[in-house]
């Protein structure tokens, strides 16, 4: 029975994969139909009237092959198995080399066809198709977020304040995981750092109010109910000080398990702990051997 139970719910994962590619494939075929004629609209002048007719057959002559090109190299480019409500700096970069080796391989092909266009439609098309590329990728991040937020008004649930304390890759993770997840019921409402040149600076859309001197102020100005400290790498010590002043807050404290999870990406909200007296003392436990005792 439990065999059955798994092979179904892989089914469904399966059967939601496939979905949500075939929806990427028909946004990608509408972007290059929309990029092709936006290219030469703003080529001439902003008119649909002005362009010239030799022009505008070429592009539709040459759709279908292109349409084919551009899915082939962004399968080959990865840009159907991206899980793109993490996307990163890596997945942008890969959308840009994309859309550039797509421009490059269409120029080709129609100068080797003697279909040339104007040389100003090339530079148009790269940037409508990889713009367009953008927007339909990191917009089911926006959808995604609206969509939680529209629920949690309407089963009125509430969301959990919470303050990273650490803007280094550990707080990074964190804020990721919480921004993107629908399942996790927190908002970050401000982080901490102890670097004065962040200051003011925003990681991930999030605020930078100042370092563990604003910890107190910071945590009653901006009703937080959950304090995270994600600084992996700092020592027992500067552990302790830092939960010893969350605790003046009153709010709930949790803390990274350390710095494996953070090495092997195992770091998840999941994976954190609640801060225990070992993290006030500043040091490691005493462990006393009973056996010895005598």
């Given amino acids: 029975m439990e065999g059955n139970e798994e092979a179904m719910r892989q089914w469904f994962h399966d059967k939601d994969m496939i979905f949500r590619q075939l929806f990427l494939v028909l946004l990608d075929i509408i972007t290059v139909i929309c ?4 290219a030469l609209w703003v080529r001439f002048d902003f ?3 002005k362009i ?5 057959d070429k592009v539709w002559i040459t759709m279908l092959p292109n349409i084919v090109l551009v ?3 962004y399968w080959l480019f990865k840009m159907y198995r991206s899980v793109w409500k993490y996307a990163s700096i890596y997945e942008i970069q890969n959308i840009f080399l994309a859309g550039a080796s797509v421009t ?3 120029l080709i092909g129609m100068s080797i066809a003697k279909l040339n266009m104007p040389r100003s439609y090339w530079f148009l098309y790269a940037a409508f198709l990889i713009g367009g590329t953008v927007c339909t990728r990191f917009s089911y991040r926006l959808i995604r977020h609206i969509r939680n937020l529209t629920r949690d008004r309407k089963y009125g649930e509430k969301r959990s304040r919470v303050m990273i304390i650490g803007a280094g890759s550990a707080g990074d993770m964190l804020i990721r995981e919480i921004v993107t997840s629908q399942y996790l019921h927190k908002e970050i409402a401000c982080v901490i750092d ?13 605020r930078i109010v100042g370092g563990r001197d604003k910890i107190v102020e910071a945590a009653r100005q901006y009703s937080i109910d959950e304090i995270i400290i994600a600084m992996p790498s700092i020592s027992k010590k500067q552990t302790a000080e830092i939960a010893t ?8 404290v949790k803390i990274v398990p350390g710095m494996y999870q953070f090495v092997t990406n195992e770091l998840t909200v999941s994976k954190l702990r609640h801060v225990e007296i070992e993290d006030l003392l500043g040091r490691e436990p005493v ?8």
């Fill in 47 to 49: 008119s649909i009237m």
């Fill in 52 to 56: 010239e007719k030799p022009y505008l």
């Fill in 194 to 206: 102890d670097d004065p040149e962040l200051k003011g600076k925003t990681i991930r859309g999030q």
């Fill in 245 to 252: 002043v969350c605790n003046q807050t009153g709010c709930e």
């Fill in 104 to 106: 490059v391989l269409q």
């Fill in 71 to 73: 899915l082939v190299v």
């Fill in 287 to 294: 462990k006393v051997d009973l056996s010895k005792i005598t």
């Fill in 35 to 38: 990029a092709s004629t936006m």
